[in-house]
Every structure is written in structure tokens, then in C-alpha cells.
């Protein structure tokens, strides 16, 4: 929780000035009553002209110079608040983008937006709530209740009575609100998710006729979230009357007692004029304590989720000293004894792996679902680090290269093909900042994704939908080729990036990027077709590797690689 603090210190000395301008205008405010009571008991009962008139305009310039204070005040603190916002929501994002893979799968993307926005927004209001009327309440509660107990000792006492109501009244209700806060933005995830999964979902959910069973879903979460608003709400509500009463209670026993005392003579007029007007002050700064402690449950839950998220240490990390590879050395890839098991499988995902891809060799890895070739990839990609193990680019381990460095290596093309809204253009220099239109061309051509992006009306500068919705599955996975293609890396991986596209297209690509890339190539695949012509091939099976060598060699060695031949019907010698 404390990690928020670090992002509040870049505006300690704009806080320090809110802090001194709420303290002045507290106190011009504070002094304004005790003006008003010499008024009435000097200048009205004396007769005294001049001093009504001075006090007056004493009482007219404090009042400007309130004004103006507090509207410097709330201008920093507003700036101070969104500047927090802005910077928090920066560090999430930065943290989340930065996430292993699997605390991201742990967290899910629907809590993920809610604590960058949702969370981040509770937190920012309730910073600026702080500045502007926390700092302002509890100055003008003491500063109230001391000289109220000045005026006035005696009547003071009927304070005793009511500000430990009062606390206790507000402890109370915050103590039982902040657990509802943090099942609401639970809650307030649970709905994200389904609303997120029906969206991206719409097309399975009309095809199997299942709308009125997302409308159920939905309307469960959305009635959880309610029913627990309500219950936050119902807590809540008991605050405002209660408090509301205790000050009425309470005027009531100062103007009673009051008029007592003035009627004795041992009080006078002004002076009781001047107490309730510090009693006043000192409810109303009772009052904005409340109201931030009704927002302040919502973003200490914020706050405990937020933290969460900034406080996960990162697996992979840079080293303290990076290596440098020989210049002789090119996409050169060695795995040595790689095992990698994941939290709370009760067997390795990949295990004992051993094997070298050469510079300018073509490698596939083939093998059944679930025989651990994501993983490899990932290992490969260092989402995450091998728990046993090395793997060696250009003879250096991994873990002893920058990340950004080592990821400036690889082209990757995703067995999902992902795009992103925005042009044609914009999706293929997002590998590469400084390409040239003719090398964007280029790399269409090689991916054999020319000819469709010419038919469309503004060529490369044609916009894409979120997520490429407009384009077909396969026309998708040759823009994500063309744009690995774009940023001429040392190594290429491909997983399973050849799945959506028909046979022909498949075998064209395959040529063109053979004869036209001189690169180390890694391929995942399914299809036998697609790696038939490899220099060598990686079978897998249940996280071990079972076979190593050409097609034809594994034809011959590899019952694994020859039931996997044999069920997609494909005989030796067939391209």
C-alpha cells in the first residue's frame, strides 16, 4: 500500500503550498466570528460608528481573501489530483504491459482495466477530496473548538456530549462500509468480464443461439453489483440524518442554555452570536470529514487492489550486467537441458529439452496438443525463464541480454493473429518505426498479402476494425507475417502462423519466404506440408522430445512423427 506514496512525492511541494493556503484561509475564516461578536457587543452597544465601520470592512477583506485563497487551493489540488491520476494510471499500465504471462492469465484482463481506470479514478477523487477539504476540516474542527472554548468555557462543555457521538457514529459506519467496497469492485470486475466476453463472444453466442443465456449471465452480475450498491447505499444513508440530528440536538442545548446565561447576565449577546457560529464551523467540518470518510472505504479497496498489481515482482528481469555476443555470430539458438514446469502442474510443460538451430536454418516443432510447443516458444521468447536449464542466442544465455535488446533479435508472428485499430501502415510499422513505404510493400509481397491489400480503395493507408474484424482469418495472419517480416531480425518464429491459410497460399508463402529471407526460421505448425521442407524437426510429445531430424529421416525413426503423418493422410514425397 505504500507504494502509492511514491507516485504523491513528485507533488509534495504543491501539496505543502495547498496545506499553508488552506491554513490561511482557515484562519481568516476562523477570525471573521470574533469581528461579528465585537461588532454587537462594542460597536452596537457603544453606538460606535467608526468601529462598526472598520470592523465591517475588516470582516469584507477577510472574506475577499478567503475566497481567493481557497480558489488558488482547489486549483492545485485539482492539479495535483489528475497529475496523480495520470501518473498512476501510467504505472499500471507500464506495470501490466511489463506482467509475466502467467500473473496475467492469474488476474484476467476484466480486473486489469477496472484497476487502471475504475480503481485509479476512486483514487484520484478521493486525493483531490483530501487536499481540499481533509487538510481544510480538521484545522477548522480545532481551531473552532479552541476558540469556541475561549468565548465561552461553560457552554463548551455541551461539545463533550456530542463530538463522541459523532465519532463513534462515523468509525462505526466506516468500519462496516469498507468490506462492502471491496466485494463491490469485485462485483464491478465480475460485471466487466461478462460484458467484455459477450462482445468479443456475440458471434458463438448467435451461431448456437444462446442470447437469452448471456442475457441470464448478465443479468446475475448486474443484479449482484446492484444488491451490494444497495447495501453499501443503506449503510451510508444512517449517516447524514443521524449527524443531521445530533447538530440540531446540539443548537438547540447552546441557544437554550445560552439564553440562560445572557438572561443572568454572565454572557453576552455577541459572544453568543460568535459561539454558534464556531459551533456551525465545527459541524461543518464534522460534516466534510463525513462525506470523505463515505468515499474513502471505496478507495482504500481501490488502493489494496491497485497495490496488488504494482507490488507483483517480475520473473523475468534485466540483468545487472549484460554480455555481449560475438559479431560472428548471427540467430544462432541452443537449447540445453530446458525443463519448464507451471505453478501447480503436476507435471513439467516441457521437460529435458536439447537442441541448436544454426544460423539461416529453417526448424519446425511438431507435435500433439498439449505437447508443451507454446511453451518452448515462449521459453524461446523469454515470456518466462526455463526452471532448469539454458538457452543460449549467439552463445550468450538469455538471462545475460537486456530484454529489449534480445526481442530487437526476433520477428514474431503469433499463433493468434493480432492487429490492431488504425491503418494497414500503422499495423506493420508498429515492428518497425523507420520502414519505408517500399519495404512495407515488400514485406506484403513476400507474405502473399499483396494482392487483397491492393484491392482495397486506399491500399496500405486502408483502416483496419479493432482487432482486424474486417479482414478474414487468414488475410489477418499475413499482415501479422508481413509485419515480423518489416523489422529484418536475426531470427524468425512463426507459431503456428500458417493455420488459416489454404494449401496453395501455404506453399507460396513458404517458398517466398525460403528463397527470399536468409534468417534463422523456427515454425510451430500442425500441418506436416508446412514443414516438410525444414532443415530439421523437433517432435514433441507430453513435454518431451521424441524425435530430431528431417522429414524423410523421421518417416523412417519417428512413430510419433509417423502416426502424426499418418492422420493427416500424407505419404512421403507429398508437398
Not at 463533550?160 to 457514529?169: D, E, Q, R, S, V
Not at 449503510?235 to 440536538?249: D, E, G, K, R
Not at 506493420?428 to 514485406?443: C, G
Not at 474486417?470 to 523489422?487: H, M, T, Y
Request: glycine share 6%; proline share 3%; aromatic share 8%.
Amino acid at each position: 500500500m505504500f507504494t502509492m506514496l511514491t507516485y504523491i512525492k513528485p507533488y509534495k511541494w504543491l501539496i505543502a503550498s495547498i496545506i499553508t493556503l488552506t491554513l490561511a484561509s482557515t484562519l481568516f475564516e476562523l477570525y471573521i466570528p470574533t469581528l461579528m461578536a465585537n461588532v454587537i457587543d462594542i460597536g452596537i452597544t457603544d453606538s460606535n460608528l467608526p468601529y462598526i465601520i472598520q470592523s465591517g470592512v475588516w470582516m469584507l477583506v477577510l472574506s475577499m481573501l478567503t475566497i481567493l485563497v481557497t480558489i488558488v487551493s482547489i486549483y492545485l489540488s485539482s492539479k495535483v489530483a489528475t497529475g496523480f491520476g495520470r501518473d498512476l494510471r501510467r504505472a499500471l499500465f507500464v506495470k501490466v504491459e511489463n506482467l509475466p504471462i502467467e500473473t496475467l492469465n492469474s488476474f484476467g484482463p476484466a480486473t486489469l482495466i477496472t484497476r487502471t481506470t475504475n480503481d485509479s479514478k476512486q483514487v484520484q477523487d478521493v486525493l483531490s477530496l483530501i487536499l481540499g477539504t481533509v487538510t481544510r476540516a480538521p484545522l477548522m474542527l480545532i481551531g473552532g473548538i479552541i476558540l469556541a472554548i475561549n468565548r465561552e468555557p461553560k457552554l463548551s462543555l455541551i461539545f463533550l456530549a456530542a463530538l463522541p457521538i459523532l465519532i463513534f457514529l462515523i468509525v462505526g459506519v466506516m468500519k462496516k462500509a469498507i468490506p462492502l467496497f471491496e466485494v463491490l469492485q469485485t462485483k464491478t470486475d465480475r460485471l466487466n468480464l461478462v460484458i467484455r466476453e459477450s462482445l468479443t463472444g456475440i458471434r458463438v453466442t448467435r451461431a448456437f443461439n444462446q442470447v437469452n443465456y448471456e442475457k441470464k449471465r448478465f443479468n446475475i452480475a448486474n443484479e449482484g453489483f446492484r444488491d451490494n450498491g444497495i447495501k453499501v447505499n443503506k449503510t451510508m444513508a444512517l449517516l447524514f440524518p443521524v449527524m443531521q440530528l445530533i447538530i440540531n440536538f446540539t443548537n438547540i442545548a447552546i441557544v437554550w442554555f445560552g439564553a440562560i446565561r445572557i438572561n443572568e447576565g454572565t454572557m453576552m449577546v455577541g459572544n453568543m452570536m460568535a459561539f454558534l457560529q464556531y459551533a456551525l464551523m465545527i459541524f461543518m467540518a464534522f460534516i466534510m470529514l463525513s462525506i470523505a470518510f463515505m468515499k474513502l472505504p471505496r478507495a482504500l479497496a481501490s488502493v489494496k487492489r491497485i497495490s496488488e498489481v504494482l507490488e507483483v515482482e517480475a520473473i523475468v528481469k534485466d540483468p545487472k550486467e549484460t554480455r555481449e555476443s560475438s559479431k560472428n555470430k548471427s540467430g544462432f539458438i541452443q537449447l540445453k537441458n530446458v525443463t519448464y514446469r507451471y505453478e501447480g502442474a503436476e507435471r513439467a510443460a516441457v521437460e529435458n529439452i536439447s537442441f541448436k538451430v544454426c544460423q539461416g536454418q529453417t526448424t519446425a516443432i511438431i507435435g500433439g496438443t498439449g505437447s508443451g510447443k507454446t511453451t518452448l516458444i515462449q521459453l524461446i521468447l523469454r515470456f518466462f525463464d526455463p526452471v532448469e536449464g539454458e538457452i543460449l542466442v549467439n552463445d550468450i544465455d538469455v538471462r545475460f541480454i537486456s530484454q529489449r535488446k534480445f526481442r530487437e533479435k526476433i520477428g514474431y508472428v503469433p499463433q493468434k493473429a493480432i492487429l490492431f485499430s488504425g491503418t494497414i501502415e500503422e499495423n506493420l510499422r508498429l515492428s518497425n518505426k523507420d520502414v519505408t513505404e517500399k519495404e512495407i510493400v515488400e514485406a506484403l509481397t513476400i507474405a502473399e498479402a499483396i494482392d487483397f491489400v491492393n484491392l482495397k480503395e486506399k491500399g496500405i493507408h486502408s483502416v483496419l476494425h479493432q482487432a482486424g474484424s474486417n479482414l478474414s482469418g487468414g488475410q489477418k495472419q499475413r499482415l501479422s507475417i508481413a509485419r515480423a517480416l518489416v523489422r529484418k531480425p536475426e531470427i524468425y518464429i512463426f507459431d503456428d502462423s500458417f493455420s488459416a491459410l489454404d494449401y496453395q497460399t501455404d506453399a507460396k508463402l513458404r517458398r517466398s519466404l525460403k528463397g527470399k529471407l536468409d534468417a534463422t526460421i523456427i515454425i510451430v505448425s500442425q500441418r506436416i506440408s508446412s514443414i516438410m521442407d525444414a532443415d530439421q524437426i523437433i517432435v514433441l510429445d507430453q513435454g518431451k522430445m521424441v524425435g530430431q531430424g528431417t522429414h524423410e529421416y523421421l518417416l523412417r525413426n519417428s512413430i510419433v512423427y509417423q502416426e502424426i503423418v499418418a492422420s493427416q493422410q500424407i505419404e512421403e514425397g507429398v508437398s
